[in-house]
Structures are given as C-alpha cells and as structure tokens.
C-alpha cells in the first residue's frame, strides 16, 4: 500500500538557519509529490509539487524540493527560515485509483516547524 | 474569489446526534474529497467525488454519508455521531484527477460528547 513517511514530529530552527523537512514514500508507480503547509487554525495551502521533469522544484515562499527516486525521497528545504515559516508541514503522495477516474491524496503524519528568535 | 467555504467552523454534539457538514466550492471543481485531521495522523480520506452524482468511499469512511447533488456543493452526513468522530474536517476541490492543485477549506472542528 502506498505510504508517506515524515520521520520528524517536531524541529525547532533559529531564524535565518537552513531547515530540511524529509519525507520519505512508498508508491509502486511514478509518484505525484506535494508539500503542504498549514498554519494554526488555517488550512492547508499547496507549497510545491512534482509530477515530472526536473528533480529539484521551486516552490512559493522561498521553498524548494528536491525528489531522489533512488532514495524514495521528497525532502522540502529552505536556505533561512523566517519566523512566519513557523506551521505544520506535509508531504504527500497522489495516487490514482484503479481505473484512473481519481487521484487522491495520502499524507504524511506532519512536521511541526517552531522557530526561535 | 471565495475558493473552498465550510460551514460551521466549530460544532459540539452529543453522541446519537445527527448533523451535516457543508462544503461548497465556487470554482467549478469536478473533484471534492473530504478529509479529517486527528493529532499525529495526518490527514486521512473519508469520502471522494469525481462528479455530480458520483461518490466514492475512502480510507476511512465509516459512520459518514456524502452526496453530491451539484457541482458546487459536497456535504458530509454524521448519521450518528460517536466520540471517535471528534477531529478536524477539511474539504478539498480539484480541477483535476491528479489533484495537480488541490484547494482546501479552512475546517470544521467537531468535537463529540
């Protein structure tokens, strides 16, 4: 079964330091990969994606990702961080179900992100 | 531009008690799931819809009805609200089946007591 895997619950950054957020999937086929971010009480809002191409994404705010095949990776990283960065991270997988008639998204558990003055 | 509204934002049932959860969308989306977010789960699929008229089940969908009568509009039914219930409800539209960008309401806290 398809599976999504971000090993840190929680990272705490000083600002102006680089963050990596890794994750890590299980998916037979090529995969569709997204970051999103969620601030308290707010929704999730789409940072980046891969379908396809080039391996490293840009992404909105400053983010980018990097997917390794090899390593069934889709790690999010950020050369420094803001303060305003400080959310709730996940990466996700899309999947189409038999048949192809819908893609659906499977999470991560999430990456909570603080960051200190 | 209004994107993905639910309503309510917050909700306190009783355990027995029925109530729908609203989920509109004002961007002519074929594509609408409804999701929930429980601490340390992420967030799992409850029920999905490709289409007016066509619904299907999730990851999780016991204990949970949905319809899909227009385009816009992708309620979620709790016919019997259970303590297990309490989490936070996100619905999401799609233009496509890739979920190239997937939109997502601001929530619905349910709490169940």
């Known amino acids: 079964a398809q599976s999504v895997t971000q090993p840190d619950i929680h990272i705490t950054v000083s600002e102006g330091a680089s963050l990596e957020l890794r994750c890590n999937y299980s998916?037979?086929?090529?995969?569709?990969l997204f970051w999103y971010v969620q601030s308290p009480g707010q929704g999730l809002q789409l940072l980046l994606k891969?379908?396809?191409?080039?391996?490293l994404v840009q992404g909105i705010k400053g983010f980018e990702a990097e997917f390794k095949r090899s390593q069934s990776s889709f790690n999010l990283r950020k050369p420094s961080v803001h303060w305003s960065d400080a959310a709730e991270y996940f990466c996700?997988?899309?999947?189409?179900?038999?048949?192809?008639?819908?893609?659906?998204?499977?999470f991560g558990k999430g990456t909570k992100l603080s960051v200190k003055p | 531009n209004a994107g993905v509204t639910q309503t309510p934002k917050f909700q306190v049932l009783k355990t027995g008690q029925s109530m729908t959860l609203q989920c509109a969308q004002d961007?002519?989306?074929?594509?609408m799931s409804w999701y929930r977010q429980d601490p340390g789960m992420g967030l799992r699929l409850i029920h999905y819809?490709?289409?007016?008229?066509?619904?299907d089940q999730g990851e999780v969908p016991n204990g949970y009805n949905v319809s899909r009568s227009t385009t816009e509009d992708f309620p979620l039914r709790l016919l019997s609200a259970a303590p297990s219930q309490t989490s936070v409800y996100f619905c999401?539209?799609?233009?496509?089946?890739?979920?190239?960008?997937?939109?997502f309401g601001q929530g619905t806290r349910l709490t169940v007591v």
């Open positions: 999401a539209s799609s233009w496509d089946r890739k979920n190239t960008e997937a939109f």
């Open positions: 819809s490709v289409g007016a008229g066509i619904t």
């Open positions: 996700a997988v899309g999947q189409l179900n038999y048949g192809g008639s819908q893609g659906n998204l499977i």
């Open positions: 961007m002519n989306h074929e594509y």
């Open positions: 998916y037979g086929a090529t995969p569709y």
């Open positions: 891969y379908f396809s191409g080039d391996t």
